[in-house]
């Protein structure tokens, strides 16, 4: 059963085929969605490509989110090929690199708290607003990603916790916003995974493996693990569900402490 069959899907936020959207943009594919993939500019259009072409992907539209122009735009060319869009899967996360390693009091600048917000909470709503009308009548799905570190702090993740609480709050406010159309908006929560978004934050390796000890299932998680439970939301089946953050992390944030006879070890 292909459960997004007959579906228009726009991803933003692919960067290479590590990606958690690479990962989204391979489980849709394989249910059935007809993708479009962006890229943010020309360094990266190679690799959004190749990876998209791997998959049956046909439709490569540049989009750096900073830009409300490129934003519409994107939009503009998009409705140039389909005559509605089902979904928009929102994969974008940014803080300079220099805001994720330190002590957050001092580290934390102004310029980098503003575009940490614009570029990994504002360009939700930026999307959402242009594909409203792309979405009418379709009963259409957004969808964001999410970390743990937007509820709980993390070393190093900084500023980028709140960017990300920012943006589990928008997701409600645009679940009530865009549901008077009949669209539902949604999050996951992923837990970490080797990706070069990821590699910006000291010490990812050493979170990784922590991770995976405290983790219930005792391992880290996949990106295709994400596109699944990504798939999911996006369609009929969780016609239900808005409003709501899912947690794809193993099980990891219900612990408050790991395996005892581990820790006795380590």
């Given at each position: 059963?292909?459960?997004?069959?007959?579906?228009?899907?726009l991803?933003?936020?692919v960067?290479?085929?590590?990606?958690?959207a690479?990962?989204i943009?391979?489980?849709m594919?394989?249910?059935?969605?007809?993708?479009?993939?962006?890229?943010q500019?020309?360094?990266?259009?190679g690799n959004?490509?190749?990876?998209?072409?791997?998959?049956?992907?046909e439709?490569?539209?540049?989009?750096?989110?900073?830009?409300?122009?490129?934003?519409?735009?994107?939009?503009?060319?998009?409705?140039?090929?389909?005559?509605?869009?089902d979904?928009?899967?929102?994969?974008?996360g940014f803080?300079?690199?220099?805001?994720?390693?330190?002590?957050f009091?001092?580290?934390?600048?102004?310029?980098?708290f503003?575009?940490?917000?614009?570029?990994?909470?504002?360009?939700?709503?930026?999307?959402a607003?242009?594909?409203?009308?792309m979405?009418?009548?379709?009963?259409?799905s957004?969808?964001?990603?999410?970390?743990?570190?937007?509820?709980?702090?993390?070393?190093?993740?900084?500023?980028?916790?709140?960017?990300?609480?920012?943006?589990?709050?928008?997701?409600?406010?645009?679940?009530v916003?865009?549901?008077?159309?009949?669209?539902?908006?949604?999050?996951?929560?992923?837990g970490?995974i080797?990706?070069?978004?990821?590699?910006?934050?000291?010490?990812?390796?050493?979170?990784?493996?922590?991770?995976?000890t405290?983790?219930?299932?005792?391992?880290?998680?996949?990106?295709?693990e994400?596109?699944d439970?990504?798939?999911?939301?996006t369609s009929d089946?969780a016609s239900?569900?808005?409003?709501?953050?899912?947690y794809?992390?193993?099980?990891?944030?219900?612990?408050?402490?790991?395996?005892?006879?581990?820790t006795?070890?380590?």
């Amino acid at each position: 059963m292909k459960i997004l069959e007959g579906k228009n899907v726009l991803i933003v936020g692919v960067a290479n085929k590590h990606s958690i959207a690479a990962g989204i943009a391979e489980s849709m594919s394989d249910n059935g969605a007809n993708i479009a993939l962006t890229y943010q500019n020309e360094r990266l259009k190679g690799n959004v490509e190749k990876l998209g072409k791997e998959i049956g992907v046909e439709t490569f539209i540049p989009c750096d989110v900073s830009s409300d122009i490129e934003i519409k735009d994107t939009f503009k060319n998009l409705s140039s090929q389909w005559e509605g869009l089902d979904a928009v899967i929102h994969a974008v996360g940014f803080a300079p690199r220099e805001e994720l390693d330190g002590e957050f009091v001092d580290v934390t600048s102004r310029e980098g708290f503003q575009i940490a917000h614009d570029i990994s909470s504002y360009s939700f709503i930026a999307l959402a607003k242009e594909a409203k009308n792309m979405m009418e009548g379709r009963n259409g799905s957004l969808l964001t990603l999410s970390y743990l570190g937007s509820q709980m702090t993390l070393p190093n993740y900084n500023v980028m916790g709140l960017a990300k609480a920012s943006l589990e709050a928008s997701v409600r406010y645009l679940a009530v916003s865009m549901g008077k159309q009949g669209h539902r908006v949604n999050a996951i929560s992923a837990g970490p995974i080797k990706t070069l978004a990821a590699s910006g934050v000291k010490n990812f390796r050493k979170m990784l493996s922590y991770n995976a000890t405290r983790s219930p299932i005792g391992r880290n998680i996949t990106t295709r693990e994400v596109g699944d439970a990504a798939s999911f939301l996006t369609s009929d089946m969780a016609s239900g569900i808005s409003g709501e953050v899912l947690y794809v992390d193993g099980g990891f944030n219900i612990t408050a402490m790991g395996s005892i006879e581990e820790t006795e070890t380590n």
